[in-house]
């Protein structure tokens, strides 16, 4: 209900996410050119995860980092922080509710406009089948990044050049602009090996390429969940360290 308050806001996201996506079709088709493949994908498969990832990419903003920084700031999270509720689960389903919107709002008519539109192919498979799910677990890893980053803030009780680095850090390393296909290997092996991919990479494959295997796919998911419950095993023990040095002077 708080995010619908702002309909303008929305409208101009769903404007943008649409010229963006007229832009990157006319953009690989002509990269593509004559070329059936590039780096091992088709044109459909790679417009079909750069446009999707538009979509998914403004489904998992949490900004759940600006919101920890406003509190602290403002001295509201004392509030929160004397009740008894864990303040970790009260910031993500805060946060689930914002991702609700969105997927309402844009993600669904991305799809339905990728589908009509744009005439995307979207084949059948395990990948598919998994996409949801695989969704799900992206937002939480995505959840625990900007929720650590919040939690700086009670060292620094500033969020904003942390909070850009962190978003230039996951758009380049996660491959949400391109697929992790078109890097060099050597780059390719080392982002493989970071949290980042999991967030937009793996389920944007998985739907881009869901004929492949079960057990490929399902090593993908595995990898999404190993990062998970690292991270938010890090959120645990960063934010029992960080509560410890919190100053209140607002409220």
Known sequence: MSGLIYRAGFLFTVLGNIIYMGVAYFLWRTIYGSAATIHGLTFNQTFL???????V??????????EISYEIREGVIAVYLTKPVDYEFYALFSSLGGMLTSLGAISLP????LLVVFRVQVTPGPGLALFPLSLMIAFLISFCLDYSVGILTFYTES???????KEILVSVLS???????FYPAGI???LLLLPFQAIYYTPLMLVSQ???GWIPSLSMLGVQLLWAGILFVLTRLLYNQAVKVLRISGG
């Open 175 to 181: 491959g949400a602009l391109v697929p992790l296909q």
């Open 110 to 113: 991305t799809l339905f406009l």
């Open 188 to 190: 390719q092996k080392i």
């Open 159 to 165: 969020i904003w050049g942390l909070s850009i680095t």
């Open 49 to 55: 995860y750069v446009a999707l990832g538009s979509a």
């Open 57 to 66: 990419f403004i489904l998992l903003k949490t900004y759940v980092d600006w």
């Open 210 to 212: 869901p004929q492949q």
